[in-house]
């Protein structure tokens, strides 16, 4: 299984880019990289995923080395909303899998 | 749709009783999951079911039961609750294998 390596906590300026790292130095060919959020006391909630390519959606942007040992997700431009503990995962490969480990907690303050 | 459904939000158990956590999904997904969430820690995979009839064992079983009659619901018994039970229990679905998992509300635990 890869494992994944982020900082335990985060702050960032309301209206400014949040930049969340995350090291997976050991995975594998076949597997992706997804971002969780958990919002105070709610279920997670699926952010974005990307295998080789950087990604975007709605929400945020996924950049992924070119050696895919890391990764860094992007909130162009972060509200109050987004405190959240974010959670980087690799998918176990071959199966449906999600191993959280325990995340970055982003403050945004005003 | 309601997505995912848990019931119920908050229950205090004894040690020794038992009791079920209903999950329901209207999204026709085959894949659902139940995890547990300590304090200050990341979920854990309890059990989770590919399609009705099937069930695996997560990093967590023990201590727990799960059946999977009908793709709609996938219930989480606890058989002889324990103070070490005491969590947070979210229930997931997704579509397949890969695919983004969505997540239930919570049930909270107290077993005391």
């Known amino acids: 299984d890869a494992k994944t390596t982020q900082p335990p906590s985060m702050d960032c300026a309301e209206g400014r880019a949040a930049n969340l790292p995350c090291n997976h130095s050991?995975?594998?060919?076949?597997?992706?990289v997804y971002w969780y959020r958990q919002i105070h006391s709610q279920g997670p909630q699926y952010i974005i995923h990307?295998?080789?390519n950087n990604e975007t959606n709605e929400m945020a942007s996924l950049i992924i080395t070119e050696d895919r040992k890391s990764s860094t997700l992007i909130l162009p431009h972060a509200t109050l909303r987004d405190t959240a503990v974010y959670y980087c995962?690799?998918?176990?490969?071959?199966?449906?899998?999600?191993?959280f480990g325990t995340g970055t907690r982003l403050q945004v303050f005003p | 749709n309601a997505g995912v459904t848990q019931t119920p939000k908050f229950r205090i158990l004894k040690i020794g009783q038992s009791m079920t956590l209903q999950c329901t999904q209207d999204m026709n997904h085959n894949y659902m999951y139940w995890y547990r969430q300590d304090p200050g820690m990341g979920l854990k995979l309890i059990y989770y079911?590919?399609?009705?009839?099937?069930?695996d064992k997560g990093e967590v079983p023990n201590g727990y039961n799960v059946s999977r009659s009908t793709t709609e619901d996938f219930p989480l018994r606890l058989e002889l609750a324990a103070p070490s039970q005491t969590s947070v229990y979210f229930c997931?679905?997704?579509?397949?294998?890969?695919?983004?998992?969505?997540f239930g509300p919570g049930t909270r635990l107290l077993v005391l």
């Open positions: 995962i690799v998918r176990v490969a071959n199966t449906d899998k999600l191993i």
């Open positions: 997931a679905s997704s579509t397949g294998l890969a695919e983004t998992q969505y």
């Open positions: 050991t995975i594998s060919g076949n597997e992706y």
């Open positions: 079911s590919v399609g009705a009839g099937i069930t």
């Open positions: 990307g295998l080789k």
